[in-house]
């Protein structure tokens, strides 16, 4: 193994506080987060990862994960205003970083792209294809990709090849973004999940036709938005009832250590059938 990809492993075991070995793929809860796309930009929408500017302006951007850019680039990607860090409107294709997962051989689970959009306007379809080869010749890993830009995923799905190892995400904050739920049903992703979170609102509605997974969570860090214990529970009972593997994440608030992530005495970590079709889903 090259000596970054181990310095990245090692330093990504350290903080998680897992052996380097670890058999990532049966520790479902442990995400390596892969920035291969530095979308270095503040996106505008309500819903956007807001603590992101800041963790990179701190130089812990990917302090966590695995990339080719340094600490110190990452926090040239940011600038000072109104005393918040915030994007410069920079976008950096890291190919390099497209090698790392050919040198792990044992299977991981991959965050790709963590605080940043595989799928935004800026980046290639000649870039997002060069990601899906890495991605398909690597069928060891399991790849999730979240993107709030549905539509564009949809123009071009069939333009791109999808192996079963490449799950397919897409946000949905409230009842205002169910549409790109749509849009992902449409594409050709093999497995499909929903992130609702930071959950800012009610979705009693959920289509989950086609939808493999639903992720719920609360918004956490400084001015947090509150979550309704109902508009999660109403999410878990949609899910329950059209046999949707279902995953709380958090209450989230300030300190989202102290609220935890217990909804109904227990804590809810469901995982899509694709992938995990040896274990039954618990029911209520």
């Given amino acids: 193994m090259p000596r970054e990809a181990r310095l990245a492993h090692a330093r990504l075991a350290r903080l998680q506080r897992y052996p380097?070995?670890?058999?990532?793929?049966?520790?479902?809860?442990?995400?390596?987060?892969?920035?291969?796309?530095?979308?270095?930009?503040?996106?505008?929408?309500?819903?956007?990862?807001?603590?992101?500017?800041?963790?990179a302006r701190k130089g812990r951007g990917w302090s966590n994960g695995a990339s080719s850019v340094t600490d110190q680039g990452v926090a040239s990607f940011t600038r000072?205003?109104?005393?918040?860090?915030?994007?410069?409107?920079?976008?950096?294709?890291?190919r390099k970083a497209l090698q790392l997962p050919k040198t792990w051989k044992r299977g991981k689970t991959i965050f790709v792209n963590s605080m940043s959009d595989?799928?935004?306007d800026d980046v290639p379809l000649e870039f997002i294809?060069?990601?899906?080869?890495?991605?398909?010749?690597?069928?060891?890993?399991?790849?999730?990709?979240?993107?709030k830009r549905a539509e564009r995923v949809e123009?071009?799905?069939?333009?791109?090849?999808?192996?079963?190892?490449?799950?397919?995400?897409v946000s949905v904050e409230?009842?205002?973004?169910?549409?790109?739920?749509?849009?992902?049903?449409?594409?050709?992703?093999?497995?499909?999940?929903?992130?609702?979170?930071?959950?800012?609102?009610p979705l009693d509605s959920l289509n989950l036709e086609d939808i493999d997974?639903?992720?719920?969570?609360?918004?956490?860090?400084?001015?947090?938005?509150?979550?309704?214990?109902?508009?999660?529970?109403?999410?878990?009972?949609q899910c329950n009832a059209a046999n949707v593997a279902f995953h709380f994440k958090q209450w989230g608030g300030v300190n989202k250590?102290?609220?935890?992530?217990?909804?109904?005495?227990?804590?809810?970590?469901?995982?899509?059938?694709?992938?995990?079709?040896?274990?039954p889903r618990p029911t209520l």
Avoid at 135 to 146: C, F, G, I, N, R
Avoid at 155 to 169: A, D, I, K, Q
Wanted: charged share 25%; glycine share 8%; net charge neutral.
């Fill in 20 to 55: 380097p070995d670890v058999d990532v793929a049966a520790q479902h809860c442990l995400n390596l987060q892969f920035e291969i796309v530095h979308v270095m930009f503040q996106l505008g929408l309500k819903s956007d990862c807001r603590y992101a500017p800041t963790y």
């Fill in 80 to 94: 000072i205003s109104g005393g918040r860090a915030k994007w410069n409107g920079k976008i950096v294709l890291d």
């Fill in 257 to 279: 250590k102290k609220t935890g992530r217990v909804l109904d005495g227990r804590t809810w970590d469901e995982y899509p059938a694709r992938k995990l079709n040896s274990e």
């Fill in 118 to 120: 595989l799928f935004h």
């Fill in 155 to 169: 123009s071009f799905s069939s333009e791109l090849v999808w192996p079963s190892n490449v799950w397919l995400g």
């Fill in 174 to 201: 409230n009842e205002e973004f169910e549409w790109r739920i749509d849009s992902l049903r449409r594409t050709d992703a093999v497995v499909k999940f929903l992130s609702l979170e930071p959950l800012l609102g």
């Fill in 213 to 237: 997974w639903a992720i719920a969570g609360g918004e956490s860090g400084p001015g947090a938005r509150p979550m309704n214990a109902e508009w999660v529970r109403s999410i878990r009972d």
């Fill in 129 to 147: 294809r060069e990601v899906f080869s890495t991605m398909a010749s690597t069928p060891q890993h399991t790849y999730q990709v979240l993107t």
